[in-house]
């Protein structure tokens, strides 16, 4: 018994310093900018396209942020993507489908 508990407290500990020691790398790589630099240098706005949209909502114009991102947008579908996105919307109506029946079934038993 006392075998146990001390190998799920040493479990505990290596996860719990596993886990504060990701926090710390996380950290870092948010407070020195890398995420900012690395990860969306091509994605983000300038001011002078933020002001574009800006005056283009205040005009009324049909917008997408599209016309205003500086850079090259790529697109990382693949077969496998398109296949889990299928999967993920069929499971998600049959599941909404299923639901509505179960919920109308119990309506008109009740009623």
């Known amino acids: ?10 479990n505990f500990k290596i996860l719990f310093i596993g886990i504060l020691i990701a926090f710390g790398f996380a950290y870092i ?14 994605t983000t706005l300038t001011r002078e ?6 005056r283009d909502i205040a005009e009324g114009r049909p917008v997408d942020i ?7 947008v790529n697109d990382y579908r693949n077969q496998y993507s398109r296949l889990g996105y299928n999967v ?3 499971i998600n109506s049959v599941l909404t489908d299923g639901l ?6 119990f309506r008109v038993l009740f009623d």
């Open 49 to 54: 396209a933020i002001l574009e949209f800006e």
């Open 100 to 105: 509505s029946g179960v919920l109308e079934f």
């Open 88 to 90: 993920s919307r069929g």
């Open 29 to 42: 790589a948010a407070m020195s900018g890398y995420y900012e630099s690395h990860v969306r240098r091509d």
């Open 1 to 10: 018994m006392e075998k146990e508990k001390k190998k799920v407290n040493r």
């Open 66 to 72: 599209r016309d205003y991102i500086q850079g090259t």
